[in-house]
């Protein structure tokens, strides 16, 4: 069993960065394939990006296109979410999750281990 933690969430202005962290409970993140999603207040959750178990190949949604960045070091068993230029919609609660040896897909009932969420507050 895999378990996940995200960290690094806060309340930022709008324009601002912040950098969000995914951690592994077990020294195998490497072999995962892992995706951020987020849910704003009273919405769905959506995709917000992925990045395959190699880390090679990276994909985004367009709403954070260009200013989202996904990033992983195996070394440190972690994957990165690091978001730029902040807007207001960006707020919700993001969520990392992964998938063994899977294809890096949009769909989050493809991912199996999910970590609890962190707050992100971008203020206007």
Same mark, same amino acid.
């Given at each position: 069993?895999?378990?996940?933690? +995200?960290?690094? #969430?806060?309340?930022?202005?709008? &324009? !601002?960065?912040?950098?969000? $962290?995914?951690?592994?409970?077990? @020294?195998?993140?490497?072999?995962?394939?892992?995706?951020?999603?987020?849910?704003?207040?009273?919405?769905?959750? +959506?995709?917000? #990006?992925?990045?395959?178990?190699? &880390? !090679?190949?990276?994909?985004? $949604?367009?709403?954070?296109?260009? @200013?989202?960045?996904?990033?992983?070091?195996?070394?440190?068993?972690?994957?990165?979410?690091?978001?730029?230029?902040?807007?207001?919609?960006?707020?919700?609660?993001?969520?990392?999750?992964?998938?063994?040896?899977?294809?890096?897909?949009?769909?989050?009932?493809?991912?199996?281990?999910?970590?609890?969420?962190?707050?992100?507050?971008?203020?206007?």
């Amino acid at each position: 069993q895999v378990q996940l933690v +995200e960290s690094g #969430g806060g309340l930022v202005q709008a &324009g !601002g960065s912040l950098r969000l $962290s995914c951690a592994a409970s077990q @020294r195998i993140l490497s072999s995962y394939t892992v995706a951020w999603f987020r849910q704003p207040p009273g919405e769905a959750r +959506e995709f917000v #990006g992925t990045i395959t178990y190699t &880390g !090679g190949t990276t994909d985004y $949604s367009d709403s954070v296109k260009g @200013r989202f960045i996904i990033s992983r070091d195996n070394a440190k068993n972690t994957v990165a979410l690091q978001m730029n230029t902040l807007k207001p919609e960006d707020t919700a609660v993001y969520y990392c999750a992964a998938r063994l040896w899977g294809k890096a897909t949009k769909a989050d009932y493809d991912y199996d281990y999910w970590g609890p969420g962190t707050q992100v507050t971008v203020s206007s």
